[in-house]
């Protein structure tokens, strides 16, 4: 792959000294996450080629798993050896990322080594591998609304700030009598309920009016940081549907595209990537990376149009891969339960779908246009879910991606005897 030499790309206001420490922390930290990714995932890139449009782009994504983000900027930064040799771009995170004790809550279902993560400077680390927060209204804590109605509203009696459910919550919890306590009374209360998200909700109607102002300011905030950077030509990588899909679709932009697009005088370039995952094998998760050609003239469109291109440039480069056809295959078909007998019926299977994708221009794991491969993928797709049982859930998922990829290439899908 042909990369330009990697360029530090910092906001200009920031002093040398710090952006020099920062510096140092982020490529040794950004290295450090790269080298462990690299030993969970294995990553494949196509449309490599494309990378050269990847200095000053907004980089967009699909979005499936919290590793997404690393997995792409290792690929933009491309490292060799101790060095980065291509771009390291700005990531838009999500702001509880942020969060003290964020990393400790998100870890508390994990195994115990993986738990003594939570005592690691989180925002510190984020801030010097260039991610930068972008508040996001569902994940913002009842702990963080009520400190924002303690500094901007005042120190309310909690039964004006909250619902009548919620102050009945926090009172319990604290034991105390609901009629007298206070917004910085509740600040005090347990921590698990603190960090219940989707905290606007919970506020009284005037509370949620009196407050909506200073939140659209620093969203409003956000934004102009980030609209400085694309003047000042950065890399951003961005997933613009803004969460992990629930689903497996993929889901209308946020609107922080749309007004990056438009909110400076220089009219950043998009470079379209989409993310694939096929799990279904025996060790390291295949990563199927696809870049796609940039997109110019974006800026001065309706969000709905500028939305809809977007939409079908990252969805035309979703990759159909052997794990999305089994799980299809699974929920659909009625699945032979022995291993050599499910491997002859995938193998058919994927050899159907592979002449498809050739004949529509799909772009398809290359395992998969090899017959040789296409058996052994049938063949590990087929022991795979044999021993995992995966329920129906997971299965449903990727029904939809690949029922997604079939709504940008009409007649991937037809004809098959499960529709």
């Given at each position: ?38 030993a969970?995932?294995?990553t ?50 999500r ?27 989180l925002a ?15 994940e ?5 609304v ?5 500094e901007?509203?005042g ?7 909250l ?45 949620f ?7 659209r ?53 998009i470079?379209?990537?989409a993310?694939?995952y ?13 870049f ?33 056809l089994?799980g ?20 058919h299977?994927f ?17 998969l246009?090899d ?10 797709c ?38």
């Amino acid at each position: 792959m042909n990369h330009s030499t990697v360029r530090r790309q910092a906001p200009t206001d920031r002093r040398e000294g710090r952006l020099g420490l920062s510096h140092a922390a982020g490529l040794v930290l950004g290295m450090l996450i790269i080298r462990g990714l690299q030993a969970v995932f294995r990553t494949e890139v196509h449309g490599a080629e494309h990378l050269r449009h990847a200095p000053g782009a907004l980089v967009l994504s699909n979005h499936r798993r919290d590793s997404d983000g690393p997995l792409l900027g290792g690929v933009l930064m491309h490292p060799e050896g101790l060095r980065f040799k291509g771009v390291e771009p700005f990531f838009i995170a999500r702001e509880d990322l942020f969060r003290p004790g964020f990393l400790g809550q998100y870890l508390q279902d994990y195994p115990r080594p993986l738990r003594l993560l939570r005592h690691l400077p989180l925002a510190g680390a984020l801030s010097a591998i260039q991610l930068r927060p972008l508040r996001r209204i569902p994940e913002y804590s009842l702990g963080e609304v009520l400190t924002d109605v303690l500094e901007q509203l005042g120190d309310r009696p909690l039964a004006q700030t909250l619902r009548p459910a919620w102050v009945q919550r926090v009172a319990h919890a604290l034991g105390r009598d609901a009629a007298v306590l206070r917004v910085s009374d509740a600040l005090r209360a347990p921590r698990a309920l603190r960090y219940q998200t989707h905290a606007f909700r919970r506020l009284t109607r005037a509370t949620f009016r009196a407050l909506l102002p200073y939140q659209r300011s620093v969203i409003a905030g956000q934004l102009q940081a980030f609209a400085h950077l694309v003047e000042d030509g950065a890399t951003i990588l961005l997933e613009p549907e803004g969460r992990i899909s629930p689903d497996g679709r993929f889901h209308r932009p946020r609107q922080a595209l749309h007004y990056l697009l438009n909110a400076s005088t220089r009219t950043p370039h998009i470079l379209p990537v989409a993310i694939t995952y096929d799990f279904m094998r025996p060790g390291r998760t295949r990563v199927l990376v696809r870049f796609g050609p940039p997109l110019h003239g974006l800026s001065g469109q309706s969000r709905r149009a500028t939305d809809a291109t977007v939409a079908r440039a990252v969805l035309g480069l979703w990759t159909v891969c052997a794990s999305q056809l089994t799980g299809y295959y699974l929920l659909h078909h009625d699945a032979p339960t022995t291993r050599d007998a499910l491997s002859a019926a995938l193998a058919h299977w994927f050899t159907e779908i592979a002449q498809r994708c050739a004949r529509l221009g799909v772009p398809l794991d290359p395992l998969l246009a090899d017959p040789k491969g296409r058996q052994r993928r049938a063949r590990e797709c087929a022991a795979w879910s044999l021993r995992a049982r995966p329920d129906r859930t997971r299965l449903e998922y990727l029904d939809r991606e690949l029922n997604a990829i079939a709504s940008a290439h009409p007649g991937l899908l037809d004809g098959d005897t499960a529709q």
